[in-house]
């Protein structure tokens, strides 16, 4: 590069990946081939609208583009074009949530989404978040003593505040989720299911969680998380009689964002094929298996894992343990220093700050791609028990 000052900044920050441990549970490591992609002449190109309806000239080849990642996401997921739609054109995670509220949920409309701190994102209605200003949040979470969802109660709530849209996904809930019960509780409510599957979108490809696609008429996910890819997003969306691939789209474009990414587009194709692969598969199955085997280990080491352990990727531990432990700032500060790279967050019925909680959360992705198995899962969940447990 001509420019040695950001240079020299990217070849830090390559370095840095390659010596931590990483366990943020929403990082990966993409391929090569998903970095060309991502670099290429494809970034000078606009092309605000669709393949075929395009406002600009020369779109021969991107609208190739953006129609080929379209058939892949549909294939990976194993969705009949006749059924089902797909928008590829989500700059990321956050904007694609908006661009289905935008499009289905009039504005001051009831988004009943998972509270943040019992494991749902900004963008399920958070009073921070734009979703939460604009619409407003029927908050639901985990039972006090299981720590998973109570379907029951979850029914109870919807049937009081009739939300126009519930979502059912995550951030940081390590379990799996009753799809096919989320989809009965919208029904006797009239609402929407939109599932976010951002943090498994890639244990759904490779067949180790359940695909929610049976039952929601909306699917949003990030690409750059369990699913390897750039970061980006999609939205799937069911073909029914209410026309709602029409209304996503137009969310989209022009009611959201001007002319699509069409490297992005490109790199997600790229690793929408590599997902397509049993080698993937094999990854999905071992990512489940390293979350496993790090919360066991953590639990036998005499930690609280929140739910008592995981169905997914990703592992909650209350570091604070009622004050006998640290909090969740001090856990990741410490770990950091020791080259193991985690975030803080809020464990359910948080009764600290969320700038200082009760827990972290870890996952077991990105440390799987670069070729860990059970015996380095346990190696890192002795070396955490050893960082946090001294005075
Ligand atoms: C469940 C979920 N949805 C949406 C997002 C937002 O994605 P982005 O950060 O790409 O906007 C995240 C990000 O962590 C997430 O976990």
């Known amino acids: 590069m001509k420019d040695r000052e950001i240079e020299k900044l990217i070849k830090a920050e390559s370095e840095r990946q390659k010596n931590v441990v990483n366990l943020i549970a929403s990082e990966n490591y993409v391929s090569q081939d998903v970095l060309t992609a991502l670099g290429s002449q494809l970034t000078n190109k606009y092309a605000e609208g669709y393949p075929g309806k395009r406002y600009y000239g020369g779109q021969s080849v991107v609208d190739k583009i953006e129609d080929l990642c379209k058939s892949r996401a549909l294939k990976l997921f194993k969705l009949a074009p006749k059924n089902w739609h797909v928008n590829v054109q989500p700059l990321s995670g956050s904007p694609a949530n908006v661009a289905v509220y935008v499009a289905l949920v009039s504005p001051h409309g009831k988004i009943m989404g998972m509270s943040l701190d019992q494991g749902g994102h900004l963008t399920h209605g958070h009073k921070v978040s734009i979703t939460g200003k604009f619409w407003n949040q029927v908050p639901y979470g985990v039972d006090k003593n299981t720590e998973v969802i109570d379907y029951d109660e979850l ?16 951030t940081s809930y390590p379990r799996i989720v009753d799809f096919k019960k989320f989809r009965d509780i919208a029904d006797a409510c009239g609402a929407y299911l939109m599932v976010d599957m951002s943090h498994f979108a890639g244990l759904v490809a490779g067949d180790v969680y359940p695909s929610p696609f049976k039952y929601a008429d909306v699917v949003t ?33 022009p009611g959201m964002q ?23 598969k094999k990854y999905a199955e071992r990512v489940v298996k390293n979350a496993r085997s790090l919360a066991g280990e953590l639990k036998s080491l005499g930690w609280k894992i929140i739910s008592g352990g995981t169905d997914s990727h990703l592992v909650l531990i209350d570091t604070w343990m009622g004050g006998k432990g640290l909090s969740g700032k001090e856990a990741s500060d410490r770990l950091e220093k020791a080259g193991i790279i985690v975030n803080k967050n809020t464990i359910p019925y948080e009764t600290r700050s969320p700038f200082d909680p009760s827990g972290i959360r870890v996952g077991t992705a990105a440390e799987t791609t670069r070729g860990a198995k059970e015996k380095e899962m346990i190696a890192i969940a002795r070396k955490i028990d050893k960082i946090l447990r001294k005075k």
């Open 221 to 253: 996910t990030t690409v750059h998380k369990t699913l390897r890819g750039p970061r980006s997003a999609m939205i799937f969306v069911k073909k029914d009689a209410r026309d709602l691939p029409k209304l996503i789209d137009k969310a989209v474009f």
């Open 155 to 170: 029914k109870k709530l919807a049937l009081e505040n009739r939300p126009n849209i519930i979502v059912a996904g995550f």
């Open 258 to 280: 001007g002319g699509p990414h069409l490297n992005q587009i490109a790199a997600v194709a790229v690793a929408l094929k590599e997902a397509d692969t049993p080698a993937f």
